[in-house]
């Protein structure tokens, strides 16, 4: 068997099971117990053949797959994956670069750099930001807030990189009440721990302002950090960035920018107002491997003053800037120092969807979403809990019961698949639109599984 043909008949299998996402189930059928029999079992002595081991791992895997390339997947906030950024991928699975360094992979380093360029193009940030392609929005926000930390201390005298924050200045961290966890978490990765932040107030879609971000710094002189979002998970809501970072610049803070899926918008000329002064912020944490639709996993982390992000990142000779018209090595940039060109699926999405493309799929997915909002709270005892902004449907029917209810049966049905959630302490149901494959036929399909859940019950 040559490598030829297994990566031949590789491609069959995962041809197969793109082929077919209309007829499968999108929940799959198999228990984590009938997978752990079909996967398990004691590690043979001898080697395998790679295509029998291959078969074999699809064949024992597919039962538990969920199928979150068909456009009726509506899970948290995921996304599906571009042809040819799912190509590209390969491709950089074949090539096996390590990107970390310039001479682990040159045309990787390159690839990188420029999809870097376009992004920050796209995304309307300002031409002289630094960036970081990082596994996702978690690491993102650990590179961005590592930046924040370096600058806000290194204004306050304190060399953080060389002293750790042990008898530092105490940094704040103002954020809102509906910011994403991984916020907390990088707080902690980073040092800051979780009691360094101070919570501002939000209104009913989760958005928080630039008074309640005013009064979260209120009293604190030293150095502080604020944290706001552009797309919350369940509504998709977005902060008035441009008039916060009013208020962090007055206070000489840092403003960094959760913008998972919402800073998405940027690149959608008809969205683009809803995150008006997202570009006046200091970092931003996004995501490529949702609404950009590349495969998992790769984030990406922007940031306003390269010196900072280098202070934070680079291990090499400090401050030392590479050689004019050098490639980056990427290490300096991200937590990672192996890593994977995840760079070059994010350049494939670019190319083949061109501006236009990006533009599209962002409005495409927000007017299915729209829709789904408008045709389901014509269903009996549907509530529309948010207002549908962007690509995020926060609903529910009556009563967490039967809210808990209807969500159950149009998950069992196989048609399509959406998480539950919480909001304002009762059950809700959160569709999330941010799949290329989606399409008018899958929302009509979702619907009426909705439909169809109302009557059984
Ligand atoms: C998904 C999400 C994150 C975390 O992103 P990962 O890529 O899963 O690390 C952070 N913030 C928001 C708003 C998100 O939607």
Known sequence: MSERELLGRTAEIAATFLETLDERPVWPPASVEELRAALGGELQEAPREPLE???????????????????????????????AALAADWLTSAWDQN??????????????EI???????LLGLPASTSFAFVTGCQMAHVTCLAAARHAVLERAGWDVEGF??????????????????TIDR??????????????????SQGCTSASAVAAALEGHDGPAIVCAQVGEVNTGAVDPVGEIARVVKDAGAWLHVDGAFGLWAAASPELHGLVRGVELADSWA???????????DCGL?????????????????EYLVAEEGAARDQMDWTP?????????????????????????????????????????????????????????????FGDDEATGAVLAAVQGSGEAWMSGTAWDGRAAIRISVSNWRTSDEDVTRTVAAFERALTAI
């Open 53 to 83: 081991v291959v078969e074999a791992l699809a064949a024992a895997s597919e039962p538990g797959v969920v199928a979150i390339p068909s456009g009726r997947y509506f899970g948290f906030v995921i996304g599906g994956a571009l042809p």
């Open 99 to 112: 990107a970390g360094l310039v001479v682990g992979g040159p045309a990787a380093a390159v690839a990188e």
């Open 286 to 296: 996004t995501d490529a491997h949702k609404w950009l639709n590349v495969p998992y």
């Open 186 to 203: 990088a707080l902690r990765l980073l040092g800051l721990g979780n009691r360094c932040v101070a919570t501002a107030e939000v209104d």
């Open 301 to 317: 982390a922007f940031v306003s003053d390269p010196r900072a992000h280098r202070a934070a990142m680079a291990m090499t000779a």
């Open 336 to 396: 990672e120092f192996s890593r994977r060109a995840r760079g070059v699926a994010v350049y494939a999405a670019l190319r083949s969807l061109g501006r236009s493309g990006v533009a599209d799929l962002v409005e495409r997915c927000c007017r299915h979403a729209r829709r789904f909002a408008e045709e389901l709270a014509a269903l009996p005892g549907c509530e529309i809990l948010n207002e549908v902004v962007l690509n995020q449907v926060l609903l529910r």
């Open 115 to 121: 999809a870097g360029e376009w992004l920050l193009d």
């Open 164 to 181: 750790g924050l042990a008898n530092a200045p105490q940094v704040r961290v103002g954020v809102g009440g509906k910011r994403h966890v």
